[in-house]
């Protein structure tokens, strides 16, 4: 009961904002990644910087919000998502899915943002609120620009990335990838010619997966799969092209 408890917790706590219902099909990788994070929140507040990301937060009374950074150029709206966490007590339940009284809504909306590498210092950004540019009211920090709507800014302190890809004992690789908890997750490369059921990563923590391969010393490619689908590495910046024209991340063993 207790692995059925954390899968659907994993499903309850994104709540629907929009259209389209969010279901375990479609909780992105980030939420899941910072589930333990986001069970702490409280109440909507200023942009907080996590690990490699910053997490924003409104009020879930707004029908609708989105952020778009400066950097991109405003071109980009991100829609915010509802985080659902479970009721104090829910009460007793031994079926695979839970009662639907077991969540309710925390009064949050909240979006994560991995910070690119390429970004330094600071993050400007504007908030979409109920089809209103805004900036952020829970952020006291602003750039106003002589006319028109204020930027918000966060000033971003060094990052700490996590380690998705380094050496483990001598002469391996180790893989990381965070997914949903309960996931079946592969990784392929030049190193077993691309076969994408050969090596499958261990979930050793809610939502983490892991993998070491003992390999020659040379340089590989590789990427992951789940879902069904072709992953690259997102928090490894070296990716190249496969001779078959197909994009994958590069890691070499000394």
Do not use: C
């Not at 950004?125 to 709507?149: A, H, K, T």
């Not at 499958?200 to 939502?207: A, I, N, Y």
């Amino acid at each position: 009961m207790k692995k059925s408890l954390t899968v659907w917790l994993l499903i309850a706590i994104i709540g629907s904002i929009g259209a389209a219902d969010i279901t375990s099909s479609t909780i992105d990788e980030d939420s899941a990644r910072f589930i333990g994070h986001l069970l702490t929140l409280k109440k909507p507040a200023r942009p907080e910087v996590v690990e490699d990301a910053v997490i924003f937060t409104a009020p879930s009374t707004y029908r609708r919000v989105g952020i778009a950074f400066a950097h991109e150029g405003f071109g980009r709206v991100y829609w915010f998502k509802r985080l659902m966490v479970p009721n104090e007590n829910p009460g007793p339940w031994i079926k695979e899915k839970p009662p639907a009284d077991m969540f309710r809504d925390s009064g949050i909306l909240y979006y994560i943002y991995p910070v690119p590498e390429t970004l330094d210092g600071s993050l400007e950004y504007r908030l979409i609120v109920d089809g209103l540019w805004i900036r952020d009211p829970l952020n006291p920090d602003f750039r106003s620009e002589g006319s028109g709507i204020a930027r918000s800014v966060v000033n971003l302190p060094p990052i700490r990335r996590p380690d998705s890809l380094k050496r483990g004992p001598e002469g391996a690789l180790t893989f990381t990838y965070y997914a949903e908890s309960g996931s079946v997750v592969t990784v392929a490369g030049s190193f077993n010619a691309w076969d994408p059921f050969m090596y499958e990563l261990r979930e050793v923590s809610p939502g983490r997966y892991t993998l070491s391969l003992p390999l020659p010393a040379g340089t590989y490619q590789y990427a992951f799969f789940y879902r069904g689908e072709r992953r690259l590495d997102p928090n490894n910046p070296r990716r190249v092209y496969t001779r078959e024209g197909k994009a994958a991340n590069e890691a070499k063993v000394e």
